[in-house]
């Protein structure tokens, strides 16, 4: 697969703060891709890079093989950007945004617009100030596909949004994508919304590359096993193969890439007897926390 996105060893600061350190990871064509990460961990710093509003300090991004930093307008037209926020416009009417964005994108699709805001039943003189926050929402998402881009990247899509406008909105976006083979980057504060979205995932932790995998081998290959102490208060050392260590109550879950007999072995070695050590199910998000801590 050609790779969309290609950022390797990616160096950003601001000031004397560190905020992406050699990150690494890759977009292949055709793919929906979440950057995943806590506050802070550098997904809108990456993102702000990618479209060549920040120079990297360190390291390279290349989008569509030109170099973030320069690149053409002809490559700028081929990316549907949302950027931590909907519309910029909101005194416009629908068909005055549509108008506007129209004229930048030479592929524009007027019947593209048009199906979701029919779906919606919004006429074209509805002011956008005067919507939810989640009719702006599919707004956007209409100007965004009608670019007919090659690539989406959508930055916290999510903000302000409930269950229902979210979900609309990913299951239409999804639609789209496979449809028209549009490679898509995703961020989230959501965790959970992507977990039936993405293909591949790379975590974020201070501006490092944690985990870059598809979904199912993440989900996979990540386990929580969990035990009650009985008595025994004996510390269970965070290191070996656990890569997480929680304590709540009586209870005890250990995060881990190891099998669960290697596990059980390591806990011999300390002297902790877990005789009913058990596979704990997991969700994307209860996985991404079990990887990233609550705090």
Request: proline letters at 3%.
């Amino acid at each position: 697969m050609s790779a969309v996105i290609e950022v390797e060893n990616l160096c950003h600061s601001y000031g004397e703060k560190d905020v992406l350190n050699n990150l690494s990871f890759q977009v292949n064509k055709g793919r929906i891709f979440g950057l995943l990460g806590k506050n802070g961990a550098g997904k809108s710093t990456t993102i702000n890079t990618m479209m060549g509003f920040l120079a990297p300090k360190g390291g390279e991004c290349r989008v569509f093989g030109e170099p973030s930093h320069r690149l053409s307008p002809q490559t700028r037209s081929r990316i549907g950007l949302l950027h931590e926020t909907f519309l910029q416009y909101q005194f416009f009417s629908i068909g005055q945004a549509e108008k506007f964005y129209a004229s930048f994108y030479p592929k524009w699709n007027h019947s593209v617009f048009r199906l979701l805001m029919d779906k919606l039943g919004l006429p074209e003189n509805r002011k956008i100030h005067r919507m939810s926050c989640g009719q702006r929402s599919q707004v956007t998402l209409a100007l965004i596909l009608a670019q007919m881009p090659d690539l989406m990247i959508l930055d916290d899509y999510s903000l302000g949004l409930d269950a229902g406008y979210r979900r609309l909105f990913l299951d239409y976006l999804l639609e789209y994508a496979r449809r028209e083979g549009t490679t898509i980057l995703i961020t989230s504060h959501i965790v959970q919304d992507l977990e039936r979205f993405v293909d591949d995932i790379v975590v974020l932790e201070k501006g490092r590359t944690l985990i870059s995998s598809t979904l199912d081998d993440f989900i996979k290959g990540f386990h929580c096993y969990g035990f009650s102490v009985n008595g025994q208060e004996r510390e269970i050392p965070q290191e070996g193969p656990l890569f997480r260590v929680e304590a709540i109550g009586k209870k005890r879950f250990l995060f881990s890439f190891a099998s669960k007999d290697e596990v059980k072995s390591y806990l011999s070695s300390c002297g902790v007897n877990a005789p009913e050590l058990e596979v704990v199910p997991q969700s994307l998000e209860d996985a991404f926390i079990g990887l990233t801590g609550k705090y």
